[in-house]
T-cell receptor, first 113, second 111 residues
Framework: QQQVKQSPQSLIVQKGGISIINCAYE??????FPWYQQFPGKGPALLIA?????SEKKEGRFTISFNKSAKQFSLHIMDSQPGDSATYFC????????????FGQGTTLQVKP | AAGVIQSPRHLIKEKRETATLKCYPI?????VYWYQQGPGQDPQFLIS???????DKGSIPDRFSAQQFSDYHSELNMSSLELGDSALYFC??????????FGPGTRLTVT
């Protein structure tokens, strides 16, 4: 059973457009929600993360929106660039539970020039 | 800035052989995590160590074992390798218990 569900599975966006990836979770004990970017054959790189006490966090072109009541969070990539083409994973963890990450299934993003 | 170091980067083994993967966490990080990522899949948690003690265990086969040493580096030992063990193995380290920084991974191929 996938504890963190991610959609869409793949996404094609034009250069300069907005990429939006969504995640939903069931376990209300999760208290940390990071997003990772992964290029083929490379390790996941931490992009941005949010705690449930805020509804939005922005770092450069990347924004996380968090809806605690709906148990959903999303990643927005503004002004998407071809270099953003990668696989994006949302994840969730519980601090008091050793912090192991539970990942979503991943979204393959292609940004067309 | 120093990153997580993993070795070897690539490993080819035959069925029933043994493999040892090594991980050197970011300096001063006290927690190490191991994840397995199959082709086209998300990383799956295997095991973690906090201050050299096993802190959590996930879907890790009994054929696998791991430990963290006094210098905080960790090793994942895999015995009786099966074809299905072919995957990318990532080590991640953390100081805060939240942010995890991943290494470049070890690609294990079992033939």
């Amino acid at each position: 059973q996938q504890q963190v569900k991610q959609s869409p599975q793949s996404l094609i966006v034009q250069k300069g457009g907005i990429s939006i990836i969504n995640c939903a979770y069931e376990n209300t004990a999760f208290d940390y929600f990071p997003w990772y970017q992964q290029f083929p054959g490379k390790g996941p790189a931490l992009l941005i993360a949010i705690r449930p006490d805020v509804s939005e966090k922005k770092e450069g072109r990347f924004t996380i929106s968090f809806n605690k009541s709906a148990k959903q969070f999303s990643l927005h990539i503004m002004d998407s660039q071809p270099g953003d083409s990668a696989t994006y994973f949302c994840a969730a963890s519980i601090y008091g539970n050793t912090g192991k990450l539970i990942f979503g299934q991943g979204t393959t993003l292609q940004v067309k020039p | 800035a120093a990153g997580v170091i993993q070795s070897p980067r690539h490993l080819i083994k035959e069925k029933r052989e043994t493999a040892t993967l090594k991980c050197y966490p970011i300096p001063r990080h006290d927690t190490v995590y191991w994840y397995q990522q199959g082709p086209g899949q998300d990383p799956q948690f295997l095991i973690s160590f906090y201050e050299k003690m096993q802190s959590d265990k996930g879907s890790i086969p009994d054929r696998f074992s791991a430990q963290q040493f006094s210098d905080y580096h960790s090793e994942l030992n895999m015995s009786s390798l099966e074809l299905g063990d072919s995957a990318l193995y990532f080590c991640a380290s953390s100081l805060t218990g939240y942010e995890q920084y991943f290494g470049p991974g070890t690609r294990l191929t079992v033939t």
